[in-house]
């Protein structure tokens, strides 16, 4: 039995939504910092859409994405907050329309957000994080149970009757988002209608396992080494709470010749040893004087929870992050305290 996919919207919804953009010429698409292959993808699937109708979109993010990500159609038209500021907010005057896209709090913007929040445009959200800021726009469409953002769009623009107008670019910017926000469709991919989506996608002729390559086999060999030299020297476990801590310092960063993204999905190999739970990375940041922690945990136990109370964080019941004001020793303590406070749990 092949069914049809679960409308994203009510009727109602759908029609605030096209009005919306219907009377929009000029559109700004932005996504939170340090942006994903979600925030990326369902950014450059939306704007495909937007373009289509003739609309006029810019795509700007407070700062660049990872290295593995410039393939993604699109990518090379992005404006960057950290680069051209001027450009950035000479867009955000210029716009009618602003969506944020998997964002759902404008301080996930950081430096970016004073344009978003000031902009007399209007303003939609869409996003499947938790618990979103109601008040930082006109629309919110939230849907947490949803795999990413990229999922969201994807359904919008079927929503919307685009389907048959979606271009491989389009459909292969919003496949890489759900791929990245699942880890290859190994968490958070359970619902079917998933797979129902990507064999939609696959009808415009994308290339999964090119993407697939293209995101998770094209590190660097310093990547390569690092991931080495972190799992043999670095990872420390807590076995009697099922919970393990990596540390990585700039000067650690640097002899492996770091590039934005490098540490990308090393928090989640300490989980590949049977029983672990749970698994903190904290790693000095590049730009600002301030640890970046990744949280990662399988099954029931809510690292969301955890990053909100230890971390200045957030995120989704088995991937979230955030970001301490002091010192690597310091935010070491504070994931042995983490640790011990949600021990119950783990
Ligand atoms: P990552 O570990 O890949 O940086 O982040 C995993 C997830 O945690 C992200 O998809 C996002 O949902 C959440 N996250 C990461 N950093 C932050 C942060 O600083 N604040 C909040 N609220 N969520 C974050
Ligand atoms: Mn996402």
Redesign the pocket.
């Known amino acids: 039995m092949i069914k049809d996919l679960t409308p994203i919207l009510s009727d109602k919804e759908l029609f605030r939504l096209m009005g919306i953009i219907r009377d929009a010429k000029r559109v700004v698409i932005c996504a939170h910092r ?1 942006p ?1 292959g979600d925030a990326l993808g369902s950014s450059l699937g939306w704007a495909e859409y937007l373009k289509g109708l003739g609309k006029y979109v810019t795509v700007a993010l407070p700062n660049p994405f990872p290295d593995f990500l410039w393939w993604v159609p699109g990518a090379k038209q992005v404006l960057f907050h950290s680069q051209q500021p001027d450009r950035v907010a000479k867009a955000f005057a210029e716009a009618d329309l602003l969506f944020c896209l998997d964002c759902c ?1 404008a301080k ?1 913007m950081q430096d970016m957000a004073p344009l978003f929040e000031k902009s007399k445009a209007k303003k939609v959200v869409i996003d499947h ?1 938790l618990n979103p800021d109601e008040s930082m726009a006109d629309m919110i469409i939230s849907r947490p149970e949803m795999c990413s953002t990229s999922e969201m769009v994807f359904r919008l623009i079927y929503a919307l009757g685009a389907f048959e107008q979606m271009t491989k670019y389009g459909a292969s910017a919003i496949y890489t988002g759900m791929m990245t926000d699942t880890g290859a469709f190994t968490y958070a991919s359970a619902e079917p209608e998933i797979y129902m989506i990507i064999s939609l996608l696959l009808t415009k002729g994308i290339d999964k396992d090119k993407i697939y390559r293209n995101v998770f086999y094209s590190y660097s060999e310093g990547r390569l080494r690092m991931m080495g030299y972190v799992m043999n020297e670095k990872l420390q476990f807590y076995e009697k709470h099922k919970a393990s801590i990596f540390t990585m310092n700039r000067e650690e960063l640097s002899r492996f010749h770091y590039l934005r993204g490098d540490m ?1 999905g090393l ?1 989640n190999m300490p989980l590949q040893v049977k029983g672990m739970r749970l698994s903190i990375s904290l790693r000095e940041d590049t730009e600002r004087d301030v640890v ?1 922690v ?2 990662r945990s399988v099954d029931d136990f809510p690292c969301n929870k955890m ?1 909100a109370e230890f971390f ?5 019941h088995n ?5 301490l004001p002091f010192p690597l020793e310091e935010a070491v303590k504070t994931a042995e305290r983490a640790i011990e406070a949600y021990k119950e749990l783990l």
Not at 312 to 316: E, R, S, T
Not at 319 to 323: F, I, K, Q, W
């Open positions: 340090g994903d709090e996930r994080h990308e928090v970046r990744s949280l990053a200045n964080g957030g995120g989704h991937a979230s992050g955030g970001e």
